[in-house]
Nanobody
Framework: QVQLVESGGGLVQAGGSLRLSCACSGGTFSVYHMGWFRRAPGKERELVAAITWTDGKPYYVVSVKGRFTISRDNDKNTVYLQMNSLKPEDTAVYYC?????????????????WGQGTQVTVST
């Protein structure tokens, strides 16, 4: 069974940066497209960024494009999310999961389970 462990969240002021990490075990990480999702209070979980396993091509939703950067290290079975110029509306619990094309905000996680997530709180 695949296990996902997210880390790197925290409390940051608006305009600040955080780098999230997601370590994956129990699966063949390198053959999956991977995504970062977030769930804000009172909202559905949404995909915010994804990266293909074939050529590492990134995808971003409009609200984070130009501020977030997704990357992956297949040797370490880890996917990262560098978040810059953070805004209060980025406040959410962030999760990673495998994701299938075509990528969109409503994409679902492809693994059967989720990690515990990591809380990101952006203050004004």
């Amino acid at each position: 069974q695949v296990q996902l462990v997210e880390s790197g969240g925290g409390l940051v002021q608006a305009g600040g940066s955080l780098r999230l990490s997601c370590a994956c075990s129990g699966g063949t990480f390198s053959v999956y497209h991977m995504g970062w999702f977030r769930r804000a209070p009172g909202k559905e979980r949404e995909l915010v960024a994804a990266i293909t396993w074939t050529d590492g091509k990134p995808y971003y939703v409009v609200s984070v494009k130009g501020r977030f950067t997704i990357s992956r290290d297949n040797d370490k079975n880890t996917v990262y999310l560098q978040m810059n110029s953070l805004k209060p509306e980025d406040t959410a619990v962030y999760y990673c999961n495998a994701v299938m094309r075509a990528f969109s905000e409503t994409s679902k996680g492809n693994f059967g389970s989720w990690g515990q997530g990591t809380q990101v709180t952006v203050s004004t």
